[in-house]
Each structure stands twice: as structure tokens, then as C-alpha cells.
């Protein structure tokens, strides 16, 4: 068998494009051993390999482009492509590909959002079979289109020319069967006589009537010069469709938010089914929920917060429905969990400590019950031996966090780091201590089988489960337990200062060693994105910037405005001496504290600071006291009792953000690892006293090095730092990627994400243009998640109601209504800006649950603050919110739900076109 492979691509100067596959002539699927292709034709830009084989076996193969001018590789979209040999031992072929470019917009239909949801067939359609015997002067066309935006039943078709095409009549087209979907393929044979072919794909409905052709021009294939083939294959990689794009809609909420009668006190995935039901009947596509990983850490109510996993593997267990794992054999026990179950139902919002108590205690109690079977199960069995790598480090880092009773793994003594060894005996099937780490087994195992079985349950639905990646992991976790060289535990990462958040964000998360991840090539990243590929078709990315760059708050401090970017240029003495900037250390680098300006910060406490905290090494000039000169130290110092007065809160609270105020009063931070040589302008240093009584000419320098520092002078170097990540995190799997592209937005991101095919998240009140104040979805990329709020913000009526003039600003020039805004935000006003974000050019329109409620008014809750899932500027924040309305409640509201899917039928977001 000879197989000729040959690919359309106009290479630069220095670019040279081979083939990879698992063939030994191509490299054994190894890309440095791949074959360098011939370029055939330089002006149609035509490459060709051939492989002669003497056994017919199938292979997979990729193409993909080696840049000696970057030294890079630029690799293909998708998934390896697959040739079958079907016992064509002593035939030739020639395989026709197309290049798949990463920056073609279509190809985000062929992730598994599309192919194993949203557009998935509900039904196998056969190929017409005009193939017949092979006869002399004839050539056989295998058409293998990838076709994925389809309403089921339709078909794809293809005519042409040549006669056994139909000679371009509809009626006479060849149809092409989807058994390999999102593959079609049908076989033709033509003959010779008739090349040049010309040939169009086109959509017919159920009956075989002609829904639409290609808008693009005819299609050729040309015979190639020697020896005829017998067979070519036509990897033709996109159908060209001559009406809009695709679009779609989904819904926004937290798993914990869900409210379902059967519930015990939480929404539970189990609760997704009937979310799934209810957005599959109003026409939505997308659930998209916030991180379900465990995250408990202390067994208190903080743990609420989803965002600080203890495993990036686990999933938490008060998402575990109780009676879904079975009954408990005392009948009495059974009741009393049953009842306390329907009360905690009952409550308005989340009681979390409650509801863990009485899911922890049931736990163990079946647990105990079922543990001979447990351990026998073959399928409990097969989800260890898969998940073994995270989940024995797991349970022992929960059975130790338990007897320790902190997370804090610095505090374990000797455990407190891991070895193999160590795991071995702790993990120990024969130790007495094995039912404390079984009973995680046996947790995790359900969670796996309820989440899976909402996601499979939701895929057959045609509707996508969108799961959420934090940005950093938990500083006491078992992820830095385990590999704390993975991870920079000496530094925190945040966000810089912003119109929200005037002092940054502090997220206390360790920043990533990209370095040591990167020699592995990220197999901690792409381990983990497969993981949650058992569970979601698309994700979202939180903080996707910090791919780029990241906001690194140093140890000792605590306020976000006290950080740089990692990675980034910084600036050397010489470089700042050049720049005209006369570098006096102490003054720019350490705080700047006047007498003249004390009052200022601490007023009737003025006195008490300067003799407990400072220290007068000249007349009106202070230094901070060595036990305050962190602001880590004063939070460490100044902790209160529990029971303090709130008179002595309020003093303590002064006395804490005045002299963090001063630790802050600096210009410049120095760059970590060079010894003291170079620098990083401080954010908003222009706001502080240091920087406003320096000279003119010092402020006019400082002034450029920060526009300079923050805007341009590392653009490149994170463009650089980000293709050297997201490349390989978008390969790992086929998962939609969406990302969070919200704060200080490099400039270099949108190029990015637009060339990787990720869609970016286009909040309208939190623009991307830092000249406007609210955003248009009119506007927005296609490549886009269009959103009127997020768990981060208020929800539209909560923000109605926070600034009178910005919504006067936006009811008038954005909503295009004339004269006096009202004074609340009215069901009306609501639906307005749901149906403009339905109406935006963007992929995706999705939408907080509490919004969609909020178009009408019998539904909604009365209180609209009571709708806020997050306050991002209180850390302690209690993560709580829950549904008033019961999911079966929400499927009996005709009215509105007809509602929603008149609104998503109008927009033209409901069907495939």
C-alpha cells in the first residue's frame, strides 16, 4: 500500500511543515522524529509525503509546522486525524488534508461542548452507496467532511459535476453517513475523464429537501501528475455556511445555589438533573457553576468558600446526595438524618456547618455499614486503580488534617513533608487507622457517580455542564503538601489595585514555579483539565491573565497594592540612573513617614502610634519599628480576642489600616532574586506622599518608569510567557475554554486568546475600554461570553440601585430610554438588558439565575441584595446563597418560561441555524 499525503500551506521563509504520527516513518508519534514534508508546489503552497506499507494497519497523524526563525512549533487544531486501511493492501492512496488552523473560529465547534452535547445527533444516518466495483478509468472519492452545527435529522450532502455526483441536481446528491460523527463520509467513484471535479456540500432536511449549499466557492480536486491513485481521500475540514454563526445561551448559578425538594439543606449534583430539565425546555445550552472541589479545611463555615480546594482533584462532599448511596439499616437514625435533612431544606439560605455535621456523620455511618461491600465493589475497585495517583494522597492528607485539627501541614510535625514512604504508611490497607482513610475513598467514589451521572444525564440533553478553574491553589492543601516545588509558598497572588478594589487583592493562594512545571510540560495542568473532562465540555478559566502574568504579593505584606507582576522586566540601577532618576535607596524604598502628614492617618491616636510603633531617627522623620515594619506583622501582632469590645475593634482596625497606609508609602519594590539591584515601580504610587513631595523632575521620571512598567515594556514578554502555557493547556483536552480576561488587561491578551480560539468574558459594567464606562454587547467579539453580572458583583437590580448617576448615564445612553430612570430597577428594565445581551454578536449569552428571575416580578425575591452570591472585598465573606424557588416550582412557571424561550428564539440562539 502506498499512501501519499498531501496538505495546502503557504510557509514563510525559514518555516518547514512535517508530519507526525504513530507510524515509525513518522516519528512513532514523536514530533522531534516526525517526517519533513516536500513542498510540491510553492505557489499553491502544496506539500507531499509518501509511506509505502507493506501490512495494511491503521495509523493516526498530525501535521504541524517547525519555525527555525522562532524556533517554535505551531501545531494543528484538534485531535490526531485517522486513517483506516480497510484491507486496501495493494491499492494507492492520496490523503487531500487542509490545514486546521487554531485561530479558525469554526473549529470551536468541534470541541466536545458541541460534539457530545449541544450538537450531538440523536440519530445515525447510512451514506448512500454508489461506490460499486472498482472498473478500469476510475478514480474513488472518499468525502470525509467534518460537519458539526447540524439539526438532528439533517443530513450533509455533496454534488458535483462528475455524473455519479449528480451533476450538481440536489435532488441527485450523494448523501454522507455520520457514524464517525462529527466526521461525515461517503464514497464515490468517478471517472477519470471527469477531473478536474468540482464539487459543494450542502444540509437536507428529514424528507431529503435542500435546507442550504456552501457559500463558498466550488471546491476542486485535481488529479496529481504521475501515477493515477485509486483512491483519494478528501479531509475537507469545514462545511462553509452561508447563514450567521452559531449561537447560544446559558444560565449562571452555584451548585450549592441549586434548591430541589428532595435537597438536604444544599444543592446537591443530583439537583442538576432538573436544572438540566428546565434549561433544556426554555432553550438553554449552558450550566455554568462555580468549583465543586472539597474545600474543607477548618470545619467551620469559611470553608464555604469555593474558591480554596484543598484538592484540585477531590470533589466536596456536601454535594453528595444521602439517599442516593442508600439507606442507613436503623430505621431510627434513618428518620432522625431524614428530618433534619428537610429542615435545613427549609431555611432560606445555607446553614454550612449544619448541613457538613449531618452529611459528615451519615458518611461514616454507611460507611461502617457497607465497608465489607465497599471494598469488593468491581467498580468501586476500577475508580481506584484510575484515580489513585490523587485520591490516597487525599485521604491521607484529610485523615491528618483531622487529627491535627488544622490544614496547616507546617504544624504536622513529622508529616509535615510527604515521601512515597510516608503515603505508603499512612494509606496502609492492613494498618488500624485504614477505615479513617477508606471512608474518603468511599466519599469521593459517590461524588465521582453523581456528578458524572448529572453530566452524562445533561449531555443527552444536548445541554453543557461549564465547570470552573481556579487560578491558584490553597496554601494548605494537599496539592502543596504534596509537591510544594510546584508552587511559590513564600508569595501570594492577588490583583492590583482597581475603580472596585482601591488597595488590590489579596488572594493568599501561593504563586506558581512555571519554571518547574515546565519541565514536565505542564502535566500537573494537563492532568488535572483531563480529570475534569469526565465531568465538563467547557470550562472557564479564572484570572486567565495569570497565564500571562501574575499579581505577586510578597509574604510579608498583605495589601495588594504592595505587589508586581511575575513574571516581568524590571529596572536596574543602571537603567534608572539613564533614565535621569537619582536612585536614593532608603527613599524609595523604604516607607516614607512625616510628622506633618500622621494625623492625617491616625487623628486622636496620633500620639499613641508614634511612641508604640515608630521609631524618630531625625527630627519629624520616622522609620517603622522592627516589629511592625511588615504589614504581615502588624496583622500577626494586632489580633484581637474573639470577645473584644467593639470600642477596642474600632481603635485596633485604625491603628492596622493607618499603619499599613505608611508600610505602603514607598515608590519602589525590589525585584526578588537581585540582591537589591533592581526594582518595580509601586501600583498608584502617584497617590502616595512619598511620590507627591519629591521634586518635579524626580515625579516627571518616576511618571514615565510607570507608564512604561505597566503598559508597555512587557508586552512581548508575556505574550511570549502565555503561548508557552495556554498551547499546552488548551491540547489537553477538547473542552470549550473561556477565559476571565477582566482587571488590567495586558494588550497582548485579546491576540492571544483571539489565535488560541478561547473566548474572552465581556461584563457590561466592567468594560474592557478603560475610556467608557459601561460596555455595549452590540459590541462585544464573537469569541465572547456575554454577561450582565457574575458571582463577583451585584446582580442588575442590586447594581440599579448602587450608583443613582452611573444608571441614569445607563438608561439613557445604552438602554436608549428617555427622561428619568426608575427608582428601581423594574421587571421591564431587567428584560431589557437580558434581551440586548441576547441580541450581542457574542457565542455565548449567559446569564446569573437571580437575573433571569428578576424579569418578572411575582418570581423574584423582593430584597435584591439578598440575591449576591460574593462580596470580593470582604475576605471572611459567608458563601450561602440559595434559590427561593424550588427547581420543580421553576418547571411549572409557563408564563415565564415561555417567556425566556420566545426571547431566546427571537435573538436567534435557539436552533443550530
Not at 58 to 80: C, S
Request: proline share 5%; aromatic share 12%; net charge negative.
Amino acid at each position: 500500500m502506498l499512501v501519499q499525503f498531501q496538505i495546502n500551506y503557504k510557509t514563510q521563509f525559514g518555516q518547514q511543515l512535517k508530519l507526525v504520527g504513530s507510524l515509525p516513518s513518522l516519528g512513532s508519534n514523536n514530533p522531534e522524529k516526525g517526517a519533513l514534508m516536500s513542498l510540491k508546489s510553492e505557489h499553491f503552497g502544496i506539500w507531499i509525503f509518501e509511506v509505502e506499507m507493506s501490512i495494511a494497519t491503521d495509523f493516526n497523524y498530525r501535521y504541524f509546522i517547525k519555525d527555525n526563525n522562532q524556533n517554535t512549533i505551531i501545531e494543528e487544531w484538534g485531535d490526531n486525524r485517522i486513517f483506516k486501511s480497510e484491507n486496501r493492501l495493494n491499492k494507492k492512496i492520496l490523503l487531500v488534508d487542509y490545514w486546521r488552523s487554531s485561530s479558525d473560529h469554526d473549529f470551536i465547534l468541534h470541541s466536545t461542548a458541541f460534539t457530545k452535547a449541544i450538537l450531538k445527533p440523536n440519530k445515525q444516518i447510512k451514506a448512500t452507496k454508489v461506490k460499486g466495483d472498482k472498473i478500469e478509468n476510475t478514480v474513488i472519492l472518499k468525502f470525509k467532511p467534518n460537519v458539526v452545527r447540524i439539526k438532528s435529522g439533517h443530513k450533509v450532502a455533496v454534488s458535483g459535476n462528475a455524473e455519479n455526483l449528480g451533476a450538481w441536481v440536489d435532488k441527485k446528491a450523494v448523501k454522507l453517513g455520520n457514524s464517525d460523527y462529527p466526521q461525515w463520509c461517503a464514497e464515490v467513484q468517478v471517472n477519470i475523464s471527469e477531473f478536474p471535479v468540482h464539487y459543494k456540500y450542502l444540509i437536507q432536511d428529514e424528507k431529503g429537501k435542500t435546507e442550504f449549499w456552501e457559500k463558498s466557492p466550488d471546491r476542486i480536486i485535481h488529479l496529481p501528475g504521475g501515477e493515477v491513485p485509486d483512491v483519494i481521500e478528501i479531509g475537507d475540514e469545514k462545511f462553509e455556511y452561508p447563514k450567521d454563526t452559531w449561537k447560544g445561551v446559558g444560565v449562571a448559578i452555584p451548585v450549592f445555589s441549586l434548591r430541589c425538594k428532595e435537597s438536604f439543606g444544599v444543592g446537591e449534583f443530583n439537583d442538576i438533573k432538573k436544572l438540566v430539565d428546565w434549561a433544556n425546555f426554555v432553550g438553554i445550552k449552558l450550566i455554568q457553576i462555580l468549583p465543586v472541589n472539597d474545600t474543607v479545611a477548618k470545619h467551620t463555615w469559611k470553608d464555604s468558600y469555593p474558591y480554596a480546594a484543598i484538592s484540585v482533584y477531590a470533589m466536596h462532599p456536601i454535594y453528595i446526595n444521602l439517599l442516593k448511596i442508600g439507606k442507613l439499616k436503623s430505621e431510627i437514625n434513618q428518620q432522625i438524618i431524614e428530618a433534619q435533612g428537610k429542615y435545613l431544606n427549609s431555611l432560606a439560605k445555607i446553614d454550612y456547618e449544619a448541613v457538613m455535621v449531618l452529611k459528615s456523620r451519615y458518611f461514616k455511618m454507611i460507611y461502617d455499614e457497607t465497608r465489607n461491600e465497599f471494598l469488593k465493589d468491581p467498580e468501586y475497585i476500577s475508580f481506584y486503580k484510575a484515580n489513585e495517583y490523587w485520591l490516597r494522597p487525599y485521604a491521607a492528607f484529610s485523615y491528618l488534617r483531622d487529627l491535627f485539627n488544622t490544614p496547616d501541614f507546617s504544624r504536622w510535625g513529622e508529616y509535615s513533608h510527604t515521601s512515597p514512604e510516608l503515603l505508603e504508611k499512612l494509606t496502609d490497607p492492613n494498618s488500624l487507622h485504614f477505615d479513617e482513610i477508606a471512608v474518603h475513598y468511599f466519599i469521593q467514589y459517590h461524588a465521582h457517580l453523581q456528578l458524572l451521572e448529572s453530566a452524562d444525564y445533561a449531555r443527552s440533553k444536548g445541554v453543557v455542564l461549564k465547570g470552573d478553574i481556579p487560578i491558584g491553589i490553597y496554601r494548605n492543601s494537599v496539592d502543596a503538601w504534596l509537591n510544594p516545588h510546584l508552587y511559590h509558598m513564600d508569595c501570594q497572588a492577588g490583583a492590583p489595585p482597581d475603580d472596585f478594589s482601591a488597595k488590590g487583592q489579596n488572594w493568599r493562594f501561593p504563586t506558581y514555579n512555571w519554571d518547574e512545571m515546565a519541565k514536565d510540560n505542564y502535566a500537573w495542568w494537563t492532568q488535572r483539565l483531563r480529570q475534569l473532562s469526565l465531568y465538563f465540555d467547557a470550562f472557564r478559566i479564572d484570572h486567565i491573565l495569570g497565564f500571562f502574568r501574575i499579581w505577586e504579593i510578597p509574604a510579608a505584606q498583605v495589601e495588594g497594592l504592595m505587589g508586581y507582576f511575575n513574571p516581568s522586566i524590571p529596572y536596574y540601577l543602571d537603567e534608572l540612573q539613564n533614565r535621569g532618576l537619582w536612585f536614593d535607596k532608603k527613599r524609595m524604598c523604604q516607607p516614607y513617614i512625616r510628622e506633618h502628614f500622621l494625623h492625617e492617618r491616625f487623628g486622636d491616636l496620633t500620639e499613641f502610634v508614634k511612641n508604640n510603633y515608630l521609631i524618630e531617627y531625625s527630627p519629624g522623620c520616622f522609620d517603622m519599628h522592627p516589629d511592625y515594619d511588615t504589614q504581615h506583622k502588624v496583622e500577626e501582632k494586632l489580633i484581637l480576642e474573639p470577645d473584644a469590645s467593639p470600642e477596642l475593634r474600632n481603635r485596633t482596625e485604625r491603628i492596622i489600616q493607618g499603619l499599613n497606609s505608611l508600610i505602603s508609602e514607598i515608590i519602589f519594590l525590589e525585584a526578588p532574586g537581585t540582591n537589591g539591584n533592581a526594582f518595580f515601580p509601586r501600583h498608584t504610587v502617584h497617590h502616595t506622599r512619598s511620590y507627591q513631595e519629591l521634586d518635579n523632575h524626580a515625579k516627571h521620571v518616576i511618571y514615565e518608569i510607570y507608564v512604561d512598567y505597566f503598559y508597555k515594556r512587557n508586552e512581548e514578554f508575556w505574550r511570549e510567557k502565555a503561548m508557552t502555557k495556554l498551547p499546552v493547556i488548551k491540547k489537553a483536552t477538547n473542552m470549550l475554554l473561556c477565559g476571565e480576561d477582566l482587571g488590567m488587561v495586558p494588550a497582548c491578551v485579546p491576540s492571544v486568546m483571539n489565535e488560541l480560539g478561547l473566548l474572552s468574558l465581556e461584563v457590561q459594567r466592567m468594560p474592557k475600554n478603560p475610556k467608557i464606562t459601561f460596555g455595549h454587547p452590540a459590541h462585544y467579539p464573537y469569541l465572547s461570553v456575554a454577561t450582565p453580572s457574575s458571582h463577583d458583583t451585584s446582580t442588575i437590580r442590586g447594581w440599579w440601585k448602587e450608583n443613582v448617576e452611573q444608571t441614569q448615564k445607563f438608561y439613557n445612553e445604552i438602554l436608549g430610554n428617555h427622561g428619568q430612570a426608575p427608582t428601581e430597577c423594574t421587571a421591564e428594565m431587567v428584560r431589557q438588558i437580558i434581551i440586548q445581551h441576547l441580541y450581542s454578536p457574542s457565542m455565548l449569552a449567559v446569564f446569573p439565575i437571580q437575573d433571569l428571575l428578576g424579569m418578572d416580578e411575582k418570581l423574584r425575591l423582593p430584597n435584591a441584595d439578598a440575591e449576591r452570591i460574593n462580596l470580593p472585598g470582604n475576605p471572611n465573606h459567608y458563601w450561602r446563597y440559595r434559590m427561593h424557588l424550588n427547581l420543580e416550582d421553576l418547571m411549572e412557571q409557563k408564563e415565564f418560561n415561555q417567556l425566556i424561550n420566545e426571547q431566546i428564539k427571537a435573538s436567534g440562539r435557539l436552533y443550530p441555524y
